[in-house]
């Protein structure tokens, strides 16, 4: 499989081997499991495949069951739970060795008017001004495992800080960062492409928010954690090729699990999305 500049389309364009189900590989990255994300998107794309076209997606809701393994395929099943007049709904389940890894639930519709408000924008410095993921990871060297600093489908840059940045100042801070984010490569004009390229994207720096407020940072051997549930809804048309401001916040942790929120902002500030996962954070000695 493609890397980097590619690999976003690629990975989303999934094998149909039968009516309803799909098949889906992983990059190769030497990664110990499949990155949450990926399966998000790849499910969503293939609920999305046997929906019409006019019905697009609002919502969805997903879980993870178990690590994914990046050297085998995914096999998705599509299951048509109802055609209404106006929505759709469609459960997908990732199975690999005949388990299930990951289970989703989508619901699309068909374009109607009704009121309309949302939340206003925070400010933020141009995306232009603002240093890649890549590079301002490597401010804090050696504490940064070497797996972030590999060229990703998705382009990164924090305008919060990072949670080494809490790690660094040895103490918790605010639990709220922001990045802006978008596909490396433009994509096709397939609207369920750039939702699901989202998608796969509001996975990658989300938990971060809840890190930042337990001052910790994520390591390779004493800081771990895994998205355990996922939960999206679509707002608005956008291009996941153009910059989209990405804020996230944490509101609790406890249990060795932390809540994170998102929303997420068109340049011209149109609130086009809000996530929210929990997700597993466990701390251990390095020993």
Known sequence: MATA???????????????????????DENLQRVFGGQVAGQALIAAGRTVPPDRPVHSLHAYF???????????????RIRDGRSFTTRRVVAVQNGRAIFALSASFQVAETGPEYQSL?????????????????????DQVPARWLRPRPVEVRYVGDPP??????????????????RASETLPDDPLLHVCAVT??????????????????????????????????????????????????????SGARGLARGQVFRRDGRL????????????????
């Open 5 to 27: 500049q590619g690999m976003l389309v690629e990975l989303l364009d999934l094998e149909r081997i039968e009516v309803d189900i799909f098949r889906g590989r992983s990059p």
């Open 65 to 79: 069951i178990r690590p994914g393994d990046p050297d085998l395929p995914i096999v998705y099943t599509v299951d």
């Open 121 to 141: 924008m925070p400010e933020a410095p141009d995306p232009e001004t603002v240093p890649v993921w890549q590079e301002r990871l490597k401010e804090y060297g």
């Open 164 to 181: 080494w940045q809490a790690q660094a100042v040895g103490r918790p801070r605010e639990p709220r960062t922001m990045v802006w984010l």
């Open 200 to 253: 796969y994207a509001s996975d990658l720096t989300l938990l971060d928010a809840v890190l930042l407020g337990s001052g910790l940072a994520w390591d390779e051997h004493s800081v771990t954690g895994a998205s355990l549930d996922h939960a999206m809804w679509f707002h608005g048309p956008f291009r996941a090729d153009d910059w989209l401001l990405y804020l996230q916040e944490s509101p609790a942790a």
């Open 272 to 287: 086009v999305a809000s996530v929210v996962q929990e997700g597993l954070i466990r701390v251990s000695s390095p020993e």
